[in-house]
């Protein structure tokens, strides 16, 4: 098969805007760089948002779907062979399926690539067992959805992992398929000298920081899962030390009053702020050129987006070793890992921080070796389509 050859792909998942997770991320950028030598069709939960949807370079299909109680989330309602919203979809005659989400859509997903004999595939992007513990604090049952959701990535012609961790992580769960690795990548592009010092000029200004300050940042999720209350017990530590440093949380979540309450009682207002999200890629681009180290010791993340982001602007990150999201990291080479201890996380970055030319050294190599472009990601999948229709076809 020719490479330049137009495929008609679809994806599908379970979540979309204007709710944004790290999934949701992840597929409007590779539908983004698809659509431009592809025809691209995103399938997702109807959620009465979406007006914006013809804005985007790729076609977006809505499917009918309830509201999850307590949730911001929408679940897709069942299709039948029968109804019209599965005989619309087989009407757009995909040439592959690329599924996101294990659930409703995503099995709708295959179960259209079966009637239309095309391939299906899915990306492996998130650790279900802490997705589920959060819910349900029975073993057992646990385990039991996790069994359920393996079957529909076993039901598929192969799978894409986000990083080598993420294989073992789904070996584990039960998956016996075979897997290839796509890491994720950015759409933010390294900065040159002079719009880098300009926008390092906004972010001082905008979150009062001297051009002496040594800035800490944690861009994502507040939410305790990704063990936002870990760092911060890691600096209460550090400022008992009395070693100078300012910390930004950039993100908003379930736990983010919670977050607030707890600066306030370690009474480390003055160098500790929760910005909230931040949408203007501009001003998100200068806070990673203005920090110096991020701290990410989430053990629940698969392969965080903002760490390839800061990557991007040589600011390395800080993890935790053994989690999956480290995978990628070698520890004083393209980042840095600590023992899962805030004491160890501590010392950690006051190690980093007091050793500048071992920074400099590691921020290079940060931006060289894990900051990937979206563009060169959508490649690498294009690629993989191909040999997956081939073998389908032969």
């Not at 109807?46 to 985007?56: A, G, V």
């Not at 690629?383 to 076809?393: G, V």
Request: hydrophobic share 40%; glycine share 4%; aromatic share 10%.
């Amino acid at each position: 098969m020719e490479n330049n050859k137009r495929l008609k792909i679809g994806l599908f998942l379970d979540n979309f805007y204007p709710n944004i997770d790290g999934v949701v991320l992840v597929v409007d950028n590779l539908a983004k760089m698809l659509s431009k030598f592809n025809d691209v069709v995103v399938v997702v939960p109807d959620n009465d948002s979406s007006d914006e949807d013809f804005l985007r370079p790729y076609k977006v299909i809505r499917i009918s779907s309830i509201s999850i109680p307590f949730t911001e989330y929408f679940l897709g309602k069942r299709k039948t062979k029968v109804s019209k919203e599965f005989r619309m979809l087989l009407d757009e005659n995909f040439d592959i399926i690329h599924i996101h989400s294990p659930f409703t859509i995503g099995r709708l997903g295959q179960k259209i690539a079966t009637k239309l004999n095309v391939p299906c595939i899915a990306t492996m992007h998130t650790r279900f067992d802490f997705e589920i513990r959060k819910i349900i604090n029975n073993k057992l049952v646990v385990k039991t959805i996790i069994k359920n959701i393996i079957k529909v990535y076993n039901r598929c012609d192969n799978c894409i992992a986000i990083n080598r961790a993420m294989i073992k992580v789904f070996n584990d769960y039960g998956y016996n398929g075979t897997t290839k690795v796509i890491y994720n990548g950015t759409d933010l592009l390294p900065l040159k000298e002079q719009e880098k010092e300009k926008r390092i000029e906004i972010v001082n200004k905008l979150y009062d920081l001297k051009p002496s300050d040594t800035l800490l940042i944690f861009v994502g999720r507040i939410t305790d899962i990704k063990n936002i209350f870990f760092i911060l017990d890691s600096l209460k530590l550090l400022k008992e030390e009395n070693f100078p440093f300012k910390m930004l949380y950039v993100g908003s979540g379930p736990d983010e009053k919670k977050l607030k309450e707890k600066i306030k009682e370690y009474e480390l207002d003055k160098d500790v702020k929760v910005i909230g999200r931040i949408t203007d890629r501009e001003i998100l681009s200068g806070i990673y050129a203005r920090a110096s180290l991020l701290l990410f010791p989430s053990l629940f993340d698969a392969s965080s987006l903002v760490q390839i982001e800061a990557a991007v602007h040589e600011t390395p990150g800080l993890f935790i070793s053994g989690s999956v999201t480290s995978d990628t990291v070698t520890n004083g080479v393209n980042g840095f890992t600590s023992e899962d201890s805030v004491f160890s996380y501590k010392d950690k970055i006051k190690e980093i921080l007091e050793d500048k030319k071992r920074l400099e050294v590691v921020s290079k190599n940060a931006q060289k070796m894990l900051g990937k472009n979206w563009s060169d990601i959508a490649l690498d999948t294009y690629e993989f389509y191909l040999e997956e229709i081939n073998k389908k076809n032969s």
